[in-house]
């Protein structure tokens, strides 16, 4: 079988070069720790206010909330106290008007601030209330027991829990896209260095059928793909403590698929390079966009003609058909449909290699 | 029967016409020499024979079958005009990968693999890395291969290129006692003095064919007493 004999000689020139090697088993998961680091803080960034003014109440609600809260001498300028003190929001209370200044540069807190001054409101609102209903209560209009009271609430987690950080809603993705860039990469470049080294043209000279080396160059590849894959889902799964809801097996199959697309894509996209230096160029040009449509941004959002360009992206289907299986626990059933068209889109490339080789041997 | 017949190729590639009506053979036990300067197209006619390149008109037949063929890769033994190595393997890894390739059954590859490696005195060097290779040795090699798996025609693309005299000479005698056994080899060089060495020259100026015949035949034809001067004169020719 001469595609065996194309694979085996691949595996075997991977096993020389170490580094390579190291590039797709260790690269990845060195990434994906670091990410973890990263993006493991859930709790949103404290904001620090200064206020003037504000009744005890509402200091005590703010303190409460988890804001760092200074009281600060009123400036005449604005700019300088927010930049003297290093705040994030200003608040002056003067009667009933509450004066809110924000330091429009601290984008990762305004949300939190905005939601304080909505919990300062329904206070101010609450306190009123609850001195009416009192008055009410002593001039016998009411029954005490007729004082409306607040809400009750009963929290309850579905698709993990409260310990949920923004990596794990990420790492189905990360981990789908770590697989398709290393190996699209890798295998890319190796096609790309047979044909650049002239030992295509050496291969071709041999009675070798031209799927052979396409075929071989899955194997071989795919092979090593695998085992990244392994090694990167349970890396995650067992050492970063990622949550995986469904079957570990599917995350597997899915990411394998993720593989064998990248694979067939980087070697048909080597086609068009005409140097390691061309190849790298690829990246910004049909990597990076995936990475905006592959899960880290919430697709179903998007305006509806970039939900367009997302489909015809592989790594859109690998990034669903993970999230379903990691966040929302589902079987084959759900994700049957991605698989598919991540096996055909694989399948199509492949097609596409072996007519594209006809460059270089008319036969 | 001729063991290649190249008859009235032509070949563009864009707008450029690189070969122009080129017809030729190469017989049973003879060496043919493929001469021309730089860029006059003679790998151009190697690939058009092992089937690499389509010619747009004419026909090549190897062993009277039609190319491109893929199976009768089989039957020749192609050397490059860069040493295309896989410069991580071992050379004998590298034999083995191209045995399999060629179909040389399991129980006869370790043999052709001596043989060949014994042929250009690189027995000791097996087991190497063909990266740590000199230059000499991985054109060896590379002749090593084309070699692996008997193939009855031999097409070497500038075999002796960047060799020391010793070694080309070696080499040549390698080409004359594989002839004596049979095969029949296409040569391409632009190292004049090896033309001598071939039974029968074709020259090829500017992807057309000047002149056929063996080295004498050409240098009575032009009236010179070297190959390269004809050349020369042609140049000259073409300026005056």
């Known amino acids: 079988m001469r595609m065996l004999a194309v694979a085996e000689r691949i595996i075997q020139q991977i096993f020389k070069d170490r580094r390579t090697l190291a590039l797709m088993l260790v690269a990845p998961l060195l990434i994906l720790t670091l990410v973890y680091f990263l993006f493991q803080t859930d709790q949103e960034s404290i904001a620090r206010i200064g206020e003037t003014g504000l009744t005890d109440p509402m200091g005590d609600q703010l303190e409460e909330a988890d804001v760092d809260l200074v009281s600060v001498e009123p400036n005449e300028s604005l700019k300088e106290l927010l930049l003297n003190e290093d705040l994030d929001a200003y608040f002056l209370l003067e009667d009933d008007l509450l004066q809110v200044t924000y330091n429009a540069s601290s984008t990762t807190t305004i949300g939190s601030v905005k939601a304080q001054i909505a919990g300062l409101r329904q206070q101010h609102f609450a306190l009123q209330v609850e001195e009416v209903m009192m008055k009410a209560a002593e001039s016998g209009l009411i029954q005490p027991d007729e004082a409306p009271g607040f809400l009750n609430i009963e929290e309850t987690y579905e698709f993990g829990s409260d310990e949920t950080t923004f990596f794990d809603t990420i790492s189905p993705f990360l981990i789908g896209f770590f697989v398709f860039f290393f190996v699209f990469l890798i295998s890319g470049i190796s096609l790309l260095r047979e044909r650049t080294t002239g030992t295509l043209d050496r291969l071709l000279a041999t009675p070798v059928k031209r799927s052979d080396i396409v075929f071989g160059y899955l194997i071989g590849y795919g092979i090593f793909a695998v085992i990244q894959t392994i090694i990167v889902v349970f890396y995650s799964t067992y050492i970063l403590d990622i949550q995986i809801a469904g079957s570990i097996w599917y995350v597997l199959l899915i990411n394998s698929l993720i593989a064998f697309v990248a694979l067939a894509f980087g070697l048909l996209l080597s086609t068009f390079a005409n140097s390691e230096l061309q190849m790298v160029q690829f990246i910004p040009i049909v990597v990076i966009p995936q990475i905006f449509f592959a899960g880290l941004l919430p697709v179903d959002s998007l305006q509806e003609w970039l939900q367009v360009i997302a489909k015809i992206m592989p790594l859109y289907y690998g990034g669903d058909a993970l999230k379903a299986v990691m966040i929302f626990g589902r079987g084959i059933d759900d994700i049957l449909l991605d698989l598919f068209i991540l096996f055909g889109i694989a399948i199509v490339f492949t097609f596409i290699n072996i007519q594209a080789l006809k460059k270089y041997r008319k036969i | ?240």
């Not at chain 2, 030729?24 to 197209?41: A, H, N, Q």
């Open chain 2, 1 to 240: 029967m001729h063991a290649v017949e190249v008859s009235g190729i032509s070949k563009s590639f864009g707008k450029t016409e690189v070969l122009k009506d080129i017809s030729f053979s190469v017989s049973k036990g003879e060496i043919v020499g493929l001469i021309g300067p730089s860029g006059s197209g003679k790998t151009t006619v190697v690939k058009t024979i092992i089937g690499m390149e389509k010619a747009d008109e004419g026909k090549v037949t190897v062993q009277n079958q039609r190319m491109p063929n893929r199976l009768l890769l089989n039957q020749i033994g192609y050397m490059a005009q860069s040493d295309a190595l896989y410069m991580e393997l071992s050379a004998e890894q590298q034999l083995v990968f191209f045995s399999k390739l060629y179909g040389v059954p399991k129980n006869k590859r370790k043999q052709r693999i001596s043989e060949c490696m014994g042929l250009v005195d690189l027995e000791k060097d097996l087991s190497k890395k063909v990266m740590i290779y000199s230059g000499g040795m991985k054109r060896r090699l590379s002749l090593a291969l084309a070699l692996l798996h008997e193939p009855d025609i031999l097409v070497l693309d500038e075999p002796t290129v960047g060799i020391d005299p010793r070694l080309r000479k070696q080499i040549w005698e390698k080409l004359q006692l594989l002839k004596e056994q049979g095969g029949s080899i296409l040569v391409t060089t632009h190292v004049m003095d090896e033309a001598e060495r071939c039974d029968r020259l074709v020259l090829l100026l500017e992807g057309s064919v000047l002149a056929v015949g063996t080295p004498q035949e050409l240098k009575n034809q032009f009236n010179t007493d070297s190959i390269e001067s004809i050349f020369l004169l042609k140049k000259a020719g073409e300026s005056a």
